[in-house]
């Protein structure tokens, strides 16, 4: 059974850094694509950035392009977010999600493209 649990969030000031961290296990990671959403209160969960399964293409939401960046450590089973110069907008729950195909291309904006999903972890960013 895949399981994916996300840790790192906290509360921190804007202008801060965190990482988050989504550690995947259940079947072979290092061919599937990830992500990484977030749901603000009173919001859609919205896509914040993906990785290929191979690493080698990484896609951003606007919003966070620049400041945000997706990695992965298959040897690990692990994916990363890390978030610099936070803004209090970025306060949110984040998910990680796992795609639902192997070695699937295309940037992965949609929820419907992963078939599996972590808790949440929350960030707060005070301003």
């Known amino acids: 059974q895949v399981q994916l649990v996300e840790s790192g969030g906290g509360l921190v000031q804007a202008g801060d850094s965190l990482r988050l961290s989504c550690a995947a296990s259940g079947r072979i990671f290092s061919i599937y694509g990830m992500g990484w959403f977030r749901q603000a209160p009173g919001k859609e969960r919205e896509f914040v950035a993906s990785i290929a399964w191979s690493g080698g293409s990484t896609y951003y939401a606007d919003s966070v392009k620049g400041r945000f960046t997706i990695s992965r450590d298959n040897a690990k089973n692990t994916m990363y977010l890390q978030m610099n110069s936070l803004k209090p907008e970025d306060t949110a729950v984040y998910y990680c999600?796992?795609?639902?195909?192997?070695?699937?291309?295309?940037?992965?904006?949609?929820?419907?493209?992963?078939?599996?999903w972590g808790q949440g972890t929350q960030v707060t960013v005070s301003s």
């Open positions: 999600a796992q795609d639902g195909r192997p070695y699937s291309r295309g940037t992965h904006y949609s929820e419907s493209e992963y078939g599996y």
